[in-house]
């Protein structure tokens, strides 16, 4: 893994509430895609008040440490919306909010200011024989949504729909003749998600479901019921499913799961180590649903 630093060259609002930044400089020259339509990298913002100076982590091993001594940036994770390795650049697409990290810090990007980014990591993978797929998600996935239409594979029929906060916030792309987009208005922390509800009512037990792929991609807590009811109530395999949390409407979610009793954090953790021969995802419904009793 490579810690790449990021210079801002231009930034291109795309809707009232989704900007577009784009990096370039010597930091970026060897960024490597993996060519997958998800691919996410960690970024690293400014530890202080100078939009041009960023502690950059250093590398260990597939993840990284902050050097003694030094100031540890602060982190989100962000899908990578575009790539251009002829050009030496990157584009990340950033959900604008007046509070947090990242989003204050995107408003307010301009040429010449400065992130860290490390390798991406891709998690879109419809199995070979994939016939159809199914792709939901709020305004924040609506990049990396995008991105895998442009590469969807002749014969694969695809149903996309995007949850997007207002109709200003629809952004137009490019899609092949078989694939149906659909825009909901609603959910993105201006109301109630209806990713689930957008999910059973598409995904159901008269589909072929050996045959298909559903990724699904928003808020954390409106998507613990998919993940629940993809793998438990229609029990499709782990590979004919990703069900990603790109971030959570609960606010200060960390401080408040480490103010948890440590009796109720070892039976958390608990839940991970105790079964080792289980699904991932088995095991991922198990912890969310605990999780939802607790109030995270």
Do not use: C
């Not at 990242?102 to 070979?128: D, M, Q």
Request: no cysteine.
């Amino acid at each position: 893994m490579n810690i790449h630093r990021g210079i801002v060259s231009r930034t291109t609002p795309l809707t009232p509430t989704l900007r577009r930044v784009t990096l370039e400089g010597p930091g970026i020259a060897d960024f490597l895609s993996t060519g997958i339509g998800d691919e996410y990298v960690r970024v690293f913002f400014p530890h202080g008040d100078d939009p041009t100076e960023v502690s950059l982590p250093v590398p260990e091993g597939d993840w990284w440490a902050t050097p003694p001594g030094a100031p540890e940036a602060p982190m989100r994770t962000y899908t990578i919306s575009g790539v251009r390795p002829h050009v030496g650049e990157v584009d990340i697409d950033f959900v604008i909010h007046r509070t947090g990290i990242a989003g204050p810090w995107a408003a307010n990007a301009r040429p010449g200011h400065v992130i860290g980014l490390n390798s991406p990591t891709g998690l879109y993978a419809p199995p070979a024989d994939t016939t159809w797929q199914v792709l939901v998600s709020d305004l924040t996935g609506l990049p990396a949504v995008a991105r895998i239409a442009a590469g969807i594979r002749a014969g694969i029929r695809t149903r996309i729909v995007l949850e997007v906060p207002d109709e200003n916030d629809r952004v137009e792309f490019a899609v092949p003749e078989n694939v149906e987009v659909t825009w909901v208005i609603g959910g993105n922390g201006h109301g109630p998600s209806a990713l689930g509800q957008v999910v059973r009512s598409i995904v159901d037990a008269r589909l072929p479901l050996a045959e298909g792929y559903v990724w699904v991609a928003g808020e954390t807590v409106a998507l613990r019921d998919v993940r629940a009811y993809l793998r438990r109530e229609l029990g499709l395999s782990a590979a004919r499913f990703k069900v990603i949390g790109y971030w959570t409407p609960i606010e200060n979610w960390t401080s408040k799961y480490a103010d948890l009793p440590e009796t109720v954090r070892r039976e958390l953790d608990a839940i991970w180590v105790d079964t080792p021969h289980d699904e991932p995802e088995d095991v991922q419904v198990r912890f969310e649903a605990r999780l939802n009793q607790l109030g995270l």
